[in-house]
């Protein structure tokens, strides 16, 4: 299948500041892709979703001016958290896809954000 | 009403039985149906894939689907220490996954 590549794997930041995570696909040019946040013990809930070259739809409940999210290029996606806080320590996967008509996802590794 | 709903589990099994996983969902619209492993503290891996009605067979998983019933399973035959792990059932109708809470299996040496 392919590849996506999700980084940082571990963050831990200090409350107030941001944090960039960056998703990849490293071997397809993905044309949409998708943020979620997995809280323990919890499926994954999608935050945004976002198309290369537009501004990503966000979920509801989902604030887009504290997760900014960034399709700038068909291979690269980025989620900002802005002004962390505690309660935003989770564990954040992107997913990926290939073509609007595709329906199967390729997951990154997936991010643990610890804010202290 | 969750859009995927999926037995809470924990799901015990001895090695080498078969572990049975269920899985419905609302919208009737669902075109695509998907069923994932997740490690604890991995990002979850994609093992099956079913878009229409009945068995689809890869190794020992055997995916299950019944449009009419709204109900998509996944079978476990000859279930390894290696299996233990969380299975996300996930659907999607236009081009957003929505994910089920997640069964988790633990096979028992």
């Known amino acids: 299948g392919a590849v996506v590549s999700q980084h940082p794997s571990r963050v831990i930041c200090k409350s107030g500041t941001s944090v960039k995570i960056e998703c990849r696909s490293l071997?397809?040019?993905?044309?949409?892709m998708f943020w979620y946040r997995q809280f323990p013990k919890q499926s994954l809930m999608l935050m945004a979703t976002s198309n290369e070259g537009s501004k990503a739809t966000y979920e509801q409940g989902v604030e887009k001016d504290k997760f900014l999210i960034n399709h700038a290029s068909l291979t690269l996606s980025t989620l900002t958290v802005t002004s962390a806080h505690p309660e935003d320590s989770s564990f954040y996967i992107c997913?990926?896809?290939?073509?609007?008509?595709?329906?199967?996802?390729?997951f990154g590794q997936g991010t643990r954000l610890t804010v202290v | 009403q969750k859009e995927v709903e999926q037995n809470s589990g924990p799901l015990s099994v001895p090695e080498g039985a078969i572990a049975s996983l269920n899985c419905t969902y609302s919208d009737r619209g669902s075109q695509s149906f998907f069923w994932y492993r997740q490690y604890s503290g991995k990002s979850p891996e994609l093992i099956m894939f079913?878009?229409?009605?009945g068995d689809k067979e890869d190794g020992r998983f055997t995916a299950q689907l019944n449009k009419a019933s709204q109900y998509v399973s996944l079978l476990i035959r000859d279930s390894q220490p290696s299996d233990s792990a969380t299975y996300l059932c996930a659907v999607t109708g236009d081009y957003k996954l929505s994910f089920g809470a997640g069964t988790t299996v633990t096979v028992r040496a």
């Open positions: 079913i878009y229409s009605n």
């Open positions: 071997d397809f040019q993905a044309t949409t």
């Open positions: 997913s990926a896809r290939e073509g609007r008509r595709s329906t199967e996802a390729f």
